[in-house]
């Protein structure tokens, strides 16, 4: 992505559930699907093929039972991620599909996550899945529509799509006390982009812990029960974990378009006491 752009595409982003009707052009078309013709291997490791393929009528029978997602009016085509089934890491996939999101929303068009169980879905056989193989979520993309419809505003009130968490209920110390940063500049800038990133329901299930007098992040996901409950009936890919990989990719790209460096860590640190229910996920390490 082209240098300062990042910081603009995430504040402007949304999730568009009406759209024009229109298909997309061929530049369009072309330029998606140069893109995800590419390799995506997330931080873990693991790898996500992705699939672009218009959108048809009958579509609306594989978002039936996603609740408030199934309400897509006249998308232009879908992205959908496929990845094994037996190698799949939930934070991979939302991270690789979190940077196709946001290059499809600095091309100018709409986008909305909707995840659930695809497999069988139409979606499964237009993707022309293996039999090893899922669909964790997949992307409407289309034209934005001028106006939302009045069905739109009220998922979004339902949702609290417009509304994010203060910084002092996800970001700590690591004594776990209220993080002292400036969110204009630096890696305060870094976190207020992750703040801003999109997850199911916006429940935004990430907390991270800076170390003292240090640029090292630990990341934590403090699940929602609801959730959690949903996965195990509905069969749903685990969507508070691809939360996770979404806000890795927020703060990672950031991070690089502010000249911040730094790596992933996968071990777990061992002498920070969080709060019962957090489970560790990853560090980022910006002083090496």
């Not at 995430?10 to 995800?36: A, F, G, H, Q, V």
């Not at 992205?79 to 890491?89: F, L, P, Q, T, Y």
């Not at 009936?233 to 806000?247: E, V």
Request: aromatic residues 10%; contains cysteine.
């Amino acid at each position: 992505m082209a240098e300062k752009k990042i910081e603009e595409t995430i504040m402007k982003r949304y999730s568009c559930r009406s759209y024009t009707d229109t298909p997309l052009s061929e530049r369009d078309r072309s330029d998606i699907s140069e893109l995800i013709s590419q390799k995506f291997t997330g931080p873990f490791g693991s790898s996500t093929r992705f699939t672009l393929f218009a959108a048809e009528p009958t579509d609306s029978t594989a978002l039936k039972g996603l609740g408030t997602y199934g309400f897509i009016k006249n998308p232009a085509a879908f992205i959908a991620g496929i990845v094994n089934e037996s190698e799949m890491v939930p934070e991979d996939f939302g991270y690789s599909m979190e940077s196709i999101i946001l290059h499809v929303t600095e091309m100018g068009l709409g986008s909305c996550w909707l995840g659930g169980s695809f497999k069988r879905s139409s979606f499964g056989k237009k993707a022309g899945i293996l039999d090893t193989e899922t669909i964790p979520a997949v992307a409407s993309i289309g034209y934005k529509a001028d106006k939302r419809t009045l069905t739109d505003g009220i998922i979004r009130t339902s949702a609290g799509s417009a509304k994010r968490k203060n910084s002092n209920e996800i970001f700590f110390t690591d004594t776990m006390n209220e993080l002292n940063i400036d969110f204009n500049v630096g890696y305060g800038k870094v976190l207020e982009m992750v703040r801003l990133a999109p997850s199911a329901s916006n429940k935004q299930p990430w907390r991270i812990v800076k170390e003292e007098g240090k640029n090292i992040f630990h990341f934590y996901l403090e699940r929602t029960t609801s959730y959690t409950m949903m996965i195990k009936l509905l069969k749903y890919a685990d969507l508070q974990r691809i939360d996770m990989g979404i806000a890795m990719y927020h703060f990672e790209t950031a991070a690089a378009e502010s000249g911040l460096k730094g790596k992933w860590i996968i071990d777990q640190p061992l002498d920070i006491k969080t709060p019962k229910g957090w489970d560790f996920t990853i560090t980022w390490d910006g002083e090496c």
